[in-house]
């Protein structure tokens, strides 16, 4: 059975920036990049999404279970979901889809960053339409070539309302996810790259002690 693993943290923890920085062994599933290719397909559910985005409201559990569910049960890597559960009531999503597909608790990574040093990291950065690189200095993506713009939803009035919902979830979604059996793992303060390192370092030594406990279960049943 697969295990998924959350990713979570305030808006402008240096999440995205971290997570481009995995080995291509860990799947990086985010909430925000799969909505938006959605909304830039022009699809019937992505029309929707832009609906809720425009309107500064949430999406309702079936729309996120919806949006999230088909992306985690097709990957054949180690799974990582940033942007979701968000709030309390999303918890019951994940266990939904947990349940349905057989997936196992593994990591919450939750990167500690307060309202301050968030908003400096937020309001100079530039984003690439295709990717999701992300920079405060540069003009361009190396990879796509493409010019960095601003992100919809950068701006200090929705960066607040945004800080200020992780504030009051962070703690509730936290300990909901340690009942249902997976492992915190508190960061804080430091560069994306270590982010990163912590973050592979975690996953791809539990995947491999779970490998060798498979063997080991395998080689049992064998003798036996």
């Known amino acids: 059975m697969s295990e998924i693993n959350i990713l979570y943290g ?3 923890a240096g999440k995205t920036t971290a997570a481009n920085l995995l080995p291509k062994d860990i799947e990086y599933l985010s909430v925000g990049k799969l909505a938006r290719q959605e909304i830039e397909l022009k699809t019937k559910f992505g029309k929707k999404l832009l609906s809720y985005i425009n309107n500064l409201e949430e999406y309702p559990k ?3 279970k919806k949006l999230i569910e088909k992306p985690i049960i097709n990957s054949e890597k180690i799974i990582l979901v940033d ?3 968000k709030f309390e009531r999303e918890v019951e999503v994940l266990e939904d889809i947990m349940e349905d597909n057989s997936l196992l608790p593994g990591f919450v990574f939750n990167i500690n960053i307060s309202h301050e040093d968030a908003w400096d990291r937020i309001k100079d950065r530039k984003v690439c339409p295709n990717c999701d690189y992300q920079s405060t200095e540069q003009t ?3 990879d796509c070539k493409e010019l960095l713009k601003t992100r919809d939803g950068d701006s200090y009035e929705d960066f607040a309302i945004r800080y200020q919902d ?3 979830n962070n ?3 936290k300990s909901k996810l340690i009942k249902l059996g997976f ?3 508190e960061m804080s303060l430091k560069t994306p790259q270590e982010y990163c390192d912590i973050i592979t370092d975690s996953l791809l030594n539990h995947a491999r002690v779970a490998q060798k406990r498979e063997q080991l279960e395998s080689f049992q049943e064998v003798d036996s």
Do not use: R, S
């Open 10 to 12: 305030a808006p402008g």
């Open 62 to 64: 079936p729309i996120i």
């Open 83 to 85: 942007g979701f559960p």
């Open 140 to 142: 361009c993506c190396p």
């Open 166 to 168: 992780y504030e009051l």
């Open 171 to 173: 703690n509730l979604v």
């Open 183 to 185: 492992k915190a793992i």
